[in-house]
């Protein structure tokens, strides 16, 4: 019998999760910048990453994997993991507590299953596709998902982000903040998309939109947002069920076509 992929996820998260503990507030964690001074990397990313894939490829050897701080395993094979070893990372390295272990498997197209670990208060958002959401949390009592019934857009908690140096894309997140001050009940940067879309998930946030998003960032989150019985596309409405790069608005389903119409017209980085 073959592995169950959820579970696999399930331990290559918390493997992952595991290192981010023991780097925590060490005064040797090494940090290096992807750029001038907003998208940072560190060991323990790097880490994270090796323990994560090692869980993968020991229960399947003939998967790829794509991460955040590279790939493994096959990469002809029709069988993709997307690896987030520390989505949070400026989050992290400053010691808040907002930062989590994202991975998710597509195959044929779709992401099958998808896992969110965030160690520091060992919560675990977990789905299968057509099988439901599931939080687990300190306890260990597995409790099913649902976004918030919340219909009014103006009483709704919504979180915004940007993390770049590029002056076209930071004009582009001040005007999207700016509209969103004027529609929503609040607004929110919580410096961590895969733990964002399971806040929605969990009914504790009602939308979520961000420029420019990854697989690795938003696979494992899409997919337990909508087995929440939340929403994700692109700005203009269409779904969003490729691998590829986006610009994506998330929300508890409720909100989703109210917010895309306050959004319209919106420059684009």
Request: glycine share 10%; with cysteine; charged share 20%.
């Amino acid at each position: 019998m073959s592995p169950d992929p959820l579970a696999v996820a399930e331990r290559a998260a918390r493997a992952g999760g595991a290192v981010l503990m023991r780097w925590l507030g060490d005064d040797e964690l090494q940090v290096a910048y992807k750029d001038a001074r907003a998208n940072l990397v560190t060991v323990a990313d790097q880490q994270s990453q090796a323990a994560v894939t090692r869980e993968i490829l020991a229960a399947f050897p003939g998967h790829g994997i794509i991460g955040e701080e590279g790939t493994a395993g096959n990469s002809g094979s029709a069988y993709e993991w997307y690896v987030d070893p520390l989505d949070g990372t400026t989050n992290y390295t400053h010691g808040l507590p907002f930062f989590c272990v994202s991975v998710a498997l597509r195959a044929a197209g779709a992401t099958v299953a998808g896992v969110v670990y965030d160690p520091l208060h060992d919560e675990l958002f977990s789905a299968a596709r057509g099988a439901g959401a599931f939080r687990n949390g300190p306890a260990g009592h597995n409790t099913a998902l649902r976004a918030s019934a919340t219909a009014r857009l103006e009483r709704s908690l919504v979180v915004a982000q940007a993390q770049s140096v590029d002056p076209a894309e930071i004009r582009a997140y001040a005007v999207l903040v700016e509209r969103l001050m004027h529609v929503a009940g609040g607004v929110r940067s919580l410096g961590s998309p895969a733990l964002t879309l399971c806040a929605i998930a969990a009914g504790r946030l009602e939308a979520y939109c961000e420029y420019a998003m990854d697989a690795w960032d938003i696979a494992a989150g899409q997919l337990i947002l909508e087995e929440a019985g939340g929403r994700l596309t692109t700005f203009t409405g269409a779904p969003h069920t490729s691998a590829d790069r986006a610009d994506i608005i998330a929300t508890n389903g409720f909100i989703h076509d109210s917010l895309i119409n306050a959004l319209k017209g919106l420059p684009t980085p």
